[in-house]
């Protein structure tokens, strides 16, 4: 069946008076199988938007904003940063989902969420704690993202964490996929483990249904990230010199929206931001075709049917996602691994390295509350509220902290002309 009759096919996007339909496969949100600590409801919201808005208002969101995409903070007002970033990737979802008619609500709470737990300095913070925390355990900036919404966010009186309701939970620790059974994916090795460890921590392995993929919501969230990371660093590249248009022409999927853009006039800027909302566009057209071919053929008649199909629903089509993985591939070589990227996140790493090192031999030096946590513990438990206390930094925060506690800290030099 061609995508267009496939559309044809779903429900309305609104009713007679106006009301948002959903398709049979969304998740209910008045069936939400509820919290681990029981709440009354709220009376104004969903409990798809109460998450949402709980996340907007944690102190890691906000942190989000000086924290690293690509470029630091620091190297020019126009580059994206995690919190712009994370904007970026909740619209495409949204759009995403209201081309599905899932439930927006759901899929912009884990759009939100994805990257709570991201160390300053983005991977190059991640690798530098993962590196620190080698010996127990390592560290998981998925997995750090479940601890801040489960554990270290501490605004409620009643709980610690944000007590978000299971179908965001389960939405979160799947933003890559299963994590257990035939169709479970490790991106990174441990990636996995250290995530299970920590579900198992909260009582939630039964309740999260590991084995299982993720909700269409998760879906589209998990393949908007992928969209707007691409794109945002394509952009970001180019302003900073790292990438050309010339140089992108000849690249897989990109090349043909630049010789289309250049079509419409000269001037460069504008030419960048063609390419990028083309891409966009493109991306997100995909996605929706390819969605409505698998659901047509899965023929899910709940939510729970996305859940425990034998595939995902919400991903690229094949030859859309071979021309994307070359596409990554140029950005790996040309951008992530550019000497200029990588000199800078050298020295990031150390600084991180250093931070966590000082601590975990004089734990007295952190603030107040994690100076007393730190009293009475050793070893991996130390290591763990250490390894907490550093990724909850922003950049700026961790510069200032080893500038204070070290005779040289490390030039984080920009990287723009």
């Avoid at 998450?51 to 995409?69: C, E, G, M, N, P």
């Avoid at 949204?94 to 899932?102: D, E, G, S, V």
């Avoid at 300095?121 to 801040?148: I, P, Y």
């Amino acid at each position: 069946m061609p995508p267009t009759a496939i559309l044809q096919t779903l429900p309305p996007v609104v009713d007679d008076v106006g009301h948002r339909l959903m398709a049979p496969y969304a998740t209910d949100a008045e069936h939400s199988r509820g919290r681990l600590v029981v709440e009354p409801a709220c009376p104004m919201r969903t409990p798809f938007q109460r998450d949402r808005d709980r996340i907007v208002h944690a102190t890691a969101f906000r942190r989000l904003t000086h924290k690293t995409q690509v470029f630091l903070f620091h190297e020019g007002d126009h580059y994206r940063t995690r919190l712009t970033h994370t904007i970026e990737v909740a619209q495409i979802a949204r759009a995403i989902a209201r081309l599905l008619k899932l439930d927006e609500d759901l899929t912009e709470a884990l759009a939100l969420a994805h990257d709570l737990g991201h160390p300053p300095f983005g991977h190059a913070g991640e690798r530098a704690l993962d590196a620190a925390l080698t010996e127990f355990g390592g560290f998981d900036h998925n997995a750090q993202s479940f601890k801040v919404v489960t554990r270290l966010e501490r605004k409620y009186a009643a709980f610690d964490g944000l007590n978000l309701t299971f179908e965001t939970l389960e939405g979160l620790v799947k933003h890559n996929g299963p994590l257990r059974g035939q169709h479970a994916h490790e991106a990174r090795p441990g990636e996995h483990r250290i995530l299970l460890a920590e579900i198992e921590r909260c009582g939630l392995t039964r309740a999260l249904r590991l084995d299982a993929f993720a909700s269409a919501e998760a879906q589209a969230a998990a393949v908007a990230d992928d969209i707007a990371y691409v794109n945002h660093d394509i952009d970001d590249a180019l302003r900073a010199g790292l990438l050309t248009l010339d140089g992108l022409a000849e690249v897989p999927l990109v090349g043909p929206f630049v010789a289309r853009a250049r079509a419409t006039g000269t001037d460069p800027d504008r030419l960048i931001y063609e390419v990028n909302r083309r891409l966009i566009t493109a991306m997100i057209e995909d996605v929706g075709a390819a969605a409505r071919v698998r659901l047509a053929e899965i023929g899910p008649r709940s939510a729970d049917d996305v859940v425990f199909a034998d595939r995902p629903c919400v991903t690229f089509s094949a030859p859309f996602q071979r021309e994307l993985t070359g596409l990554k591939q140029y950005l790996l070589q040309e951008v992530y691994r550019h000497e200029r990227v990588m000199s800078v996140m050298r020295r990031a790493e150390r600084i991180v390295r250093d931070l966590f090192s000082h601590y975990f031999d004089t734990p007295s030096s952190m603030q107040e509350r994690w100076a007393v946590a730190c009293q009475n513990c050793a070893g991996a438990e130390r290591a763990a509220l250490i390894g907490d206390y550093v990724a909850g930094m922003t950049d700026r925060y961790a510069i200032e902290a080893h500038q204070r506690l070290f005779d040289h800290t490390p030039a984080l030099l920009g990287l723009t002309r």
